[in-house]
């Protein structure tokens, strides 16, 4: 079996997660391994991706192997895997724009973000990096609220002819003028924004259909996020938090019989902890009415590891996209995006979304 080539931007927690579990289950049996939604995904399992190119802007990572830049400051991620092996791809630096936010360039260096004094990349040399590298799939894992870098990755990968996948909430594959680039050049995209495996987005989901097939009216609901990772630390700045906010949303309200108002609904990033390191907490509480409009209400607290938890998920979208490749099928790819996603072009409530991606890789047609 051949490899799944990646290109990464941005070599944050995220993308640590997802190089320590490509080592830890490449070691793996299909019987030992846990964690998974799919062992073997098109004939591909996760030990059969590698990473070809990277990119980030941390002087702790430039120059460094991808096994080493993964661990290297402001990374605070759990390390379940600690013998990464070389890969010889060294991270190459990225291009800055608005990848960075300004209160993040005096704050502490162990949770900030220090940019490297080596000159920024421009198109043609990524482009050219893609296409030399080999890579298919090029993964945007760059911080909440770089649009311009993020539609600077996506262009780049249209140019250098590799799908792309977004795992950010900059809209790109849920954003009609993007999705059409990469159907004219015959190239897949699945976005926007990864929903962790189990995390506060699919759970806060499954309870309001919940709700809704109990025949309980749900009439208020807030979701708050804590973390001490640099994702937090990032989105302390409120203009960055706009299509955040509109994605984490739009993923509960789309499975409501009738959206709440929006003075009804609360949704988002809310502090920023720096010793709770890659740890996220969701306090959950959703406010309804019953039988004889009797009130009633959950409350809940969820804490998980923040970037392991969308690994897995991650993982699944780049074998997706590589039977897309396989197959010649551009364009958006409803079913994933739908199923790893919480902003994709098309919502659908999560049963439906996951028998879309059962028959995506069964080669089904369903859109």
């Not at 802007?57 to 400051?73: L, N, P, T, Y």
């Not at 203009?239 to 499975?255: F, G, H, P």
Request: glycine share 8%; proline share 4%.
């Amino acid at each position: 079996m051949t490899k799944i080539k990646i290109a990464i931007a941005g070599m944050g927690n995220c993308a640590s997660a997802l190089i320590q579990g490509i080592a830890y289950y490449g070691k793996k049996k299909q019987g030992d391994a846990i964690g998974l939604m799919h062992w073997k995904l098109g004939g591909y399992a996760p030990g059969d991706i590698q990473v070809v190119a990277a990119y980030d802007i941390d002087r702790r990572k430039v120059g460094r192997d991808v096994s080493e830049a993964i661990f290297a400051k402001p990374n605070c991620t759990q390390v379940f895997c600690k013998n990464v092996p070389k890969t010889g791809v060294k991270v190459k630096m990225g291009r800055i724009l608005d990848g960075v936010a300004g209160h993040m360039k005096n704050y502490d260096a162990e949770c900030s973000f220090l940019p490297a004094a080596a000159r920024e990349a421009d198109a043609r040399t990524v482009v050219k990096v893609l296409k030399e590298s080999g890579a298919e799939v090029l993964l945007n894992y760059l911080p909440v609220g770089s649009e311009k870098a993020v539609k600077f990755y996506a262009q780049c990968a249209l140019d250098a002819g590799v799908a792309f996948i977004n795992m950010m909430p900059v809209f790109i594959a849920s954003a009609p003028e993007w999705a059409a680039k990469f159907a004219e050049r015959g190239l897949p995209v699945i976005g926007d924004d990864i929903k962790s495996q189990l995390g506060a987005t699919i759970t806060h989901r499954t309870l309001a259909k919940l709700f809704a097939d109990r025949g309980i009216q749900l009439d208020r609901t807030y979701q708050l996020n804590t973390g001490g990772n640099t994702d937090f630390l990032n989105m302390l700045d409120q203009n960055r938090l706009k299509d955040k906010r509109i994605s984490k949303t739009s993923a509960v309200q789309s499975v409501l019989v009738k959206p709440l108002a929006s003075r009804n609904i609360h949704i988002g990033p809310s502090d920023y902890i720096p010793w709770l390191q890659d740890n996220k907490v969701c306090f959950l509480r959703m406010e309804g009415r019953g039988f004889g409009d009797v009130p009633m209400h959950i409350e809940m607290r969820l804490s998980v590891e923040d970037s392991p938890n969308s690994a897995g998920v991650g993982i699944d979208a780049i074998r997706c996209i590589k039977l897309a490749l396989e197959r010649k099928q551009g364009g958006v790819l409803s079913g994933p995006s739908a199923y790893f996603m919480k902003h994709p072009s098309r919502q659908f409530p999560d049963n439906v979304a996951r028998e879309m991606v059962e028959d995506f890789i069964a080669g089904k047609h369903r859109e």
